[in-house]
């Protein structure tokens, strides 16, 4: 399905009916992205575009079921759902989303509505959501034409892939490996922003293409990026990249993307709250805060199985030294103590703090639903996912 030229503002007509959907998604969303899915992977250039795991886990359908829902709840005030949106746009700009594959999702989606509500899925109903569909669509294509924009014409830039050899690797603990990444041109690269990530084009022997997206644990420069990665168990990709065998394999990189980063005024208190291999987008944050002798007092609570499975330990005390007591670091291990309950987390958490959040998606839900519970307002909560967005916060 191409991009209708009625793609602009929607009528209110077509609210009206969207907003009229609303029950029908509640019951059957989750069939409705489930079918999706399957017909939008069946084509194999699109496929390599997702992680398989998260279909399997049914994590993608859910997460795409929730924010159609949302999409539906406030399509006539879209600016409640800002900082969603962008986080979309900065996700698909790491992994090279181009317009040219927008129609396919709509017509998978569109698909996927007829098939599941059947009789109830009306002609006014799918032209309704045709049109919604794009204005999405729309918005989402201008945003990341933006930013593929600002990385062409960046020092270092360079537009879609660009071929990195894993140089060497490093492992910073119990299932945990770094790979150094160096550009194979040997030119400059974008120096990142703390907190950013990395969409990663890769081969892996036996297996084929795939795409994942990592953050950059490096200190932001122009050289090359570090990015450190969870072996999981059966996995495929993760289980490559903590082998010596991916050193020396080249691999394509997307330009740095994200805005899950430090505020350029820093002058009040932070929270940073990680479990496991949750800590790697905050690693370069605080090499940047510890260099900072003016900002405000930041307190890191790491979360981690145990003492041999808690990643870059070694090199946060370091920086917790050098500054002075402005970076105070806590410590939990489950293994020991237990998993911690948000209202624990929320502890550390100043009045007036802004609380950052990265983790696996059980420890987000649960701390981003309890912290707004335990008085932390959502607007003061940021948090980034290593897979699909689940909505947690508008």
Not at 41 to 48: G, H, T, Y
Not at 211 to 222: D, H, L, V
Request: hydrophobic letters at 40%.
């Amino acid at each position: 399905m191409s991009s209708p030229s009625s793609s602009g503002a929607l009528t209110p007509e077509t609210v009206a009916i969207i907003k009229a959907t609303i029950p029908a998604l509640e019951a059957h969303g989750l069939d409705i992205t489930s079918e999706m899915y399957r017909r939008l992977l069946a084509d194999p250039a699109i496929r390599e575009m997702f992680d398989p795991t998260h279909q399997a886990s049914g994590a993608q359908p859910r997460a795409l079921a929730m924010a159609v829902l949302a999409y539906a709840r406030h399509i006539d005030d879209l600016g409640v759902l800002g900082s969603a949106v962008e986080r979309i746009a900065q996700k698909h700009a790491s992994l090279e989303i181009l317009p040219e594959h927008y129609p396919h999702v709509a017509t998978a989606l569109i698909g996927a509505i007829t098939q599941v509500l059947g009789d109830a899925a009306t002609p006014e109903i799918l032209d309704a959501w045709g049109k919604a569909y794009w204005a999405l669509a729309n918005i989402l294509i201008g945003r990341e034409h933006q930013i593929y924009d600002a990385s062409t014409h960046a020092a270092g830039g360079w537009t879609g892939w660009r071929d990195f050899t894993i140089t060497s690797t490093t492992q910073e603990c119990e299932g945990v490996t770094s790979l150094h990444l160096k550009p194979v041109d040997g030119k400059p690269v974008i120096k990142a922003l703390a907190g950013q990530a990395l969409g990663v084009d890769l081969d892996v022997p036996g297996h084929g293409q795939t795409r994942r997206n990592y953050s950059i644990t490096s200190t932001p420069g122009t050289d090359g990026y570090r990015i450190s990665v969870r072996h999981v168990e059966g996995g495929i990709v993760s289980s490559w990249l903590n082998s010596a065998d991916c050193v020396q394999h080249v691999v394509r990189l997307s330009p740095p993307a994200g805005n899950f980063t430090l505020p350029a005024d820093r002058s009040a208190p932070m929270t940073l709250l990680c479990a496991g291999i949750g800590i790697t987008p905050f690693l370069p944050m605080l090499e940047l805060i510890a260099e900072d002798p003016s900002g405000a007092p930041v307190t890191l609570v790491q979360i981690a199985h145990s003492a041999q499975a808690t990643p870059f330990a070694a090199r946060i005390a370091e920086l917790s030294a050098a500054s002075n007591g402005r970076i105070r670091v806590e410590t939990r291990l489950t293994a020991s103590e237990g998993r911690p309950c948000a209202t624990w987390a929320a502890s550390f958490v100043p009045q007036g703090a802004s609380c950052y959040v990265c983790g696996p998606a059980g420890f987000m839900r649960d701390m981003i639903t309890g912290l707004q519970k335990a008085g932390i307002p959502a607007e003061r909560l940021r948090y980034e996912t290593f897979g699909p967005d689940t909505g947690l916060t508008a």
